[in-house]
T-cell receptor
Framework: TQLLEQSPQFLSIQEGENLTVYCNSS?????LQWYRQEPGEGPVLLVT?????EVKKLKRLTFQFGDARKDSSLHITAAQPGDTGLYLC????????????FGKGTHLIIQP | NAGVTQTPKFQVLKTGQSMTLQCAQD?????MSWYRQDPGMGLRLIHY???????DQGEVPNGYNVSRSTTEDFPLRLLSAAPSQTSVYFC????????????????FGNGTRLTVT
């Protein structure tokens, strides 16, 4: 069973600060996805990274896939209250039919 | 565009009762799946289907049954509810017949919150 460790579990910061969330594993993944989930809703895909070393930017969010495809990070610049939510990373090991391996998530609160 | 629709949103059951969680998608997706989300455990796959008439077990299938008679619907049945099945259940679908892929992400419903007393 592949495991994805996310850190930190909880993070509360002030508006305007920067932050980084980490997703680590001892397993190699063919791709890794980041989701954001708001209370009472399902996860919504933010980005998929496939190539080792890949960096993707989504406005103030920067996602990086580790060179060995075992880890990933999400960096948020100048966080805003609208960034508040549960951030989940999920790794796929192959075709994906048997599902993604999800991390336990990072609860992020951005205080105005 | 409705996407993935789950009903009911909330349900309370007594131990031993049975029920069916409904999931329907209107995106003509071949792949459908059920996850449960528990505090401190993350999302775990219960069952999945890569097309009508085909189902398979995920990581935590015990106590749950599924069937896929149409492309649109993928109901999850609890045969005899137990307190350990208290959780939030999510249905997810994808266009790819191999499951999700880079160009075919998972689309989640908004969940069913189930409490078993």
């Amino acid at each position: 069973t592949q495991l994805l460790e996310q850190s930190p579990q909880f993070l509360s910061i002030q508006e305007g600060e920067n932050l980084t969330v980490y997703c680590n594993s001892s397993s190699v993944f063919s791709s890794l996805q980041w989701y954001r989930q708001e209370p009472g809703e399902g996860p919504v895909l933010l980005v998929t990274v496939v190539t080792g070393g890949e960096v993707k930017k989504l406005k103030r969010l920067t996602f990086q896939f580790g060179d060995a495809r075992k880890d990933s990070s999400l960096h948020i610049t100048a966080a805003q209250p609208g960034d508040t939510g549960l951030y989940l990373c999920a790794g796929a090991t192959g075709g994906g039919a048997d599902g993604l391996t999800f991390g336990k998530g990072t609860h992020l609160i951005i205080q105005p | 565009n409705a996407g993935v629709t789950q009903t009911p949103k909330f349900q309370v059951l007594k131990t031993g009762q049975s029920m069916t969680l409904q999931c329907a998608q209107d995106m003509n997706h071949e792949y459908m799946s059920w996850y449960r989300q528990d505090p401190g455990m993350g999302l775990r796959l219960i069952h999945y289907s890569v097309g009508a008439g085909i189902t398979d077990q995920g990581e935590v299938p015990n106590g749950y049954n599924v069937s896929r008679s149409t492309t649109e619907d993928f109901p999850l049945r609890l045969l005899s509810a137990a307190p350990s099945q208290t959780s939030v259940y999510f249905c997810a679908s994808s266009y790819s017949t191999a499951g999700f892929s880079y160009n075919s992400p998972l689309h989640f419903g908004n969940g069913t919150r189930l409490t078993v007393t």
